[in-house]
């Protein structure tokens, strides 16, 4: 069969490709401890999803404009004003199906054929294949190992080219956890800013922080305003409300080209659900109970980051991983126990599953095959089997 070129170079999500297994193999009686997910552990909290029901049971189940609710842009923008301690123009907010169209969008609009897009890697493994089906081309930048793999201006020099047009960077960091200072982010917004180059910052682990002042990470709107040159920035609901179901993420960036996703959204999924936004109208305009589920939820990522990293120390000496800072994954090396049969992280992942019945995600997913991700979205209980079962498997002493 001839597919259009558009699809050339499409694959399935890595990652939901392992949890589907593992949710298979636990289905089919295996016991399986599932640390291969990408969302909270937590129900949404109350005062949101009963905002939800009232506004199904009100009428409030319509289409909305393409960009949201005027209402729910108004209060993003309010938000991000908090942040920015400016005005942020509520034009400026495109409300989309979770961040993953926000940045289908992104791409999309902004580039194609012959244009290039520097990722700081390891990277959301969503992030080349979107690039991908804008077609243009990836080009993953990788950090230092011991900077927690986060880039500086040097390796983006390194990878610039006259035909590079974007760089997307992802803080906190999903795979590392990695999170850039606002002098980093400062000086990257300069030189992507010097170079007429677009720059997407994916900050949905914003509120996943485990920074000891325990509010929020850093992002490009905490940069001065004159460092910034164009940019878009996108976050949304799932990991800081537990809201992965509802698909509700949203765009900042000019007027201008936000109308460019409001038409292209027009075309292709209308507005994300009704339901969805008058929910988000109260995750985000109720402050007060906001902050409480954030901080009840982040005291819970925190003390699990503490268990992860402490039992990797003692169960598996020496085997390096990164110290996460946020969000809710600890990204661990594990070509150490590579042999003649097991020869990357994927076949290490394999093994795992199939002896112990842990699920990680490997690092090809992230751009690095030496690697594998666990998520630490998961109970005490859970973590704690989850290391013992790894240690047992690598012949560490347990
Ligand atoms: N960006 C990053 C870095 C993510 O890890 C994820 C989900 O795992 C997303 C975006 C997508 O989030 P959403 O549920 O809003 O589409």
């Known amino acids: 069969m001839q597919y259009s070129p558009n699809i050339e170079k499409l694959k399935p999500s890595a990652t939901i490709a392992v949890s589907t297994l593992a949710k298979k193999l636990a289905a089919e009686g295996r016991d399986i401890v599932n640390l291969s997910a990408g969302e909270p552990d937590f129900d949404t909290p109350v005062f949101i999803t009963d905002a939800a029901v009232e506004g199904i049971r009100s009428g409030r189940t319509r289409y909305t404009p393409p960009a949201g609710l005027p209402e729910l842009r108004k209060v993003i923008a309010e938000r991000l004003s908090d942040r920015a301690g400016r005005v942020i123009d509520w034009n400026g907010v495109v409300v989309t199906a979770g961040v993953k169209q926000a940045l289908f969008n992104t791409f999309f609009t902004l580039f194609g054929p012959g244009d ?161 936004q008058v929910a988000a109208i109260e995750a985000f305009g109720n402050v007060q109970a906001a902050d409480a589920s954030i901080a009840a939820m982040g005291e819970a990522f925190t003390r699990r980051r503490d268990l992860v990293t402490r039992r990797m120390s003692e169960l598996m000496p020496g085997v390096p991983f990164i110290r996460p800072e946020g969000a809710f994954y600890l990204y661990f090396r594990v070509d150490g126990f590579f042999d003649e049969e097991v020869t990357s992280g994927t076949s290490w992942c394999a093994r795992l599953l199939e002896q112990q019945g842990v699920a990680l995600v490997p690092g090809a997913a992230f751009g690095d095959d030496r690697w594998v991700r666990m998520s630490f979205a998961s109970s005490d209980e859970a973590l704690e089997e989850a290391l013992v079962r790894i240690a047992a498997m690598t012949g560490a002493a347990v």
């Open 116 to 276: 290039e897009v520097l990722i700081a890697a390891p990277y959301w493994t969503t992030y080349p294949d979107l690039v991908n089906i804008a077609r243009a081309e990836p080009v993953p930048v990788f950090g230092a190992e011991d900077n927690a793999f986060k880039v500086t201006t040097t390796d983006l020099e390194g990878a610039v080219t006259d035909k590079t047009r974007g760089l997307v960077l992802n803080t906190p960091s999903n795979p590392t956890g990695a999170v850039y200072s606002i002098g980093e982010l400062d000086v990257i917004a300069q030189w992507a800013r010097d170079r007429g180059i677009w720059l997407i910052s994916d900050e949905i682990y914003r509120s996943v922080y485990h920074g000891s002042d325990r509010t929020a990470a850093p992002g490009v709107l905490d940069v001065p305003e004159a460092s910034l040159g164009d940019f878009v920035l996108v976050d949304g609901a799932s990991k800081s409300y537990a809201m992965t179901g509802w698909r509700l993420g949203y765009s900042y960036s000019s007027g201008a080209v936000a109308q460019k996703f409001s038409a292209l959204q027009s075309q292709i999924t209308s507005n994300t659900t009704t339901t969805s």
